[in-house]
């Protein structure tokens, strides 16, 4: 009988043949063996699939799945998931690349602190001795009050206890902002570990469906919501409801204040959109922006 294996490393694959390679080839490198590497294609039109396909013939650590239907971005995470056996889930973008090392360091950092959740990369400011372990409220207080942006990661930059993601009931399916709402579910649940980083590589290319963020005024607002979102969601939460409740208050007053500055700027019809979206009166706009 065949034993699970420590990590599952996902890549979820649409149309990315030209980088698929690479990202696979990137994890037969690692130096850490005892993995399983699950590849789930959405419904590629290019060669993605007959070129993982080929991995797999060749190396029995590679599982490919392709969807009947198109599921889109977090769906799609959440499928790969559904067919891991493996203790950590460990995310790779088929346009991105794991270091030799990186599936070592980060599962021995997360087997350190054993009731941790989520492991998070962090660099730049906040960039300290690793691990760091930090409780649900410190976590937060981090992110929200000395602005150490410790929650502002991409699936990438994570490692996943398996058992807590399906509590937490996987990625919310909000196109842009799933990862950023399930960090705030884990760090209202669980404690986090602080990663160092550069051990992978994060590929920047014309194709990213993230590039929509940099265009989109009314993405980056929906942080802001799903940050609520994920603070809000409650299966046994560990956080103080003071906490959860003075945190809350920070991401509406930022919310408030991105709708008044868009209207100082005479960008009076993205204010107005962002007003809708929020579902709050003027006056309690207002009110959030100078409590």
């Known amino acids: 009988m065949s034993t699970a294996p420590t990590v599952s490393v996902l890549t979820t694959v649409y149309n990315r043949a030209k980088f698929l390679g690479e990202c696979i080839e990137s994890v037969q490198k690692s130096k850490f063996k005892d993995y399983e590497h699950i590849i789930v294609d959405d419904g590629s039109s290019d060669e993605s699939v007959a070129i993982a ?7 029995p650590k590679i599982k490919v799945f392709v969807n009947e239907k198109n599921l889109g971005d977090y769906p799609n995470r959440n499928q790969a998931a559904k067919y891991a056996t493996g203790k950590y889930l460990k995310y790779l973008d088929a346009d991105d690349m ?33 691990p760091k372990y930090l409780n649900p409220e410190t976590a937060l207080s981090l992110h929200y009050i000395e602005n150490i942006r410790i929650l502002s990661r991409s699936p990438l930059g994570a490692i996943i206890k398996r058992a807590a993601f399906e509590a937490l009931g996987g990625f919310p399916e909000n196109q842009h902002v799933g990862d950023h709402e399930l ?17 992978a590589h994060y590929r920047v290319h014309d194709d990213q ?15 802001y919501d799903a940050a609520i979102r994920g603070l809000q969601f409650d299966r046994g939460s560990a956080l103080p409801s003071s906490t959860r409740a003075s945190i809350e208050q920070i991401i509406r007053r930022r919310q408030a204040r991105t709708i008044f500055v868009m209207m100082r700027r005479l960008r009076f019809k993205s204010a107005a959109q962002l ?3 929020s579902n709050l009166s003027w006056g309690k706009l207002l009110s959030n922006a100078f409590s």
């Open 53 to 59: 396909k080929r991995y797999a013939v060749e190396d």
């Open 98 to 130: 794991h270091s030799p090392y990186m599936l070592d360091i980060v599962i021995d950092c997360m087997e350190t602190h054993p009731d941790a959740g989520l492991g998070l990369f962090v660099h730049g400011k906040g960039s300290t001795h690793f």
């Open 183 to 199: 960090w705030h579910r884990f760090a209202s649940h669980f404690p986090i570990v602080i990663l160092p980083s550069q051990l």
């Open 209 to 223: 469906q993230s590039q929509d963020n940099r265009t989109d005024l009314r993405v980056p607002f929906k942080y």
């Open 275 to 277: 007003k809708s979206q």
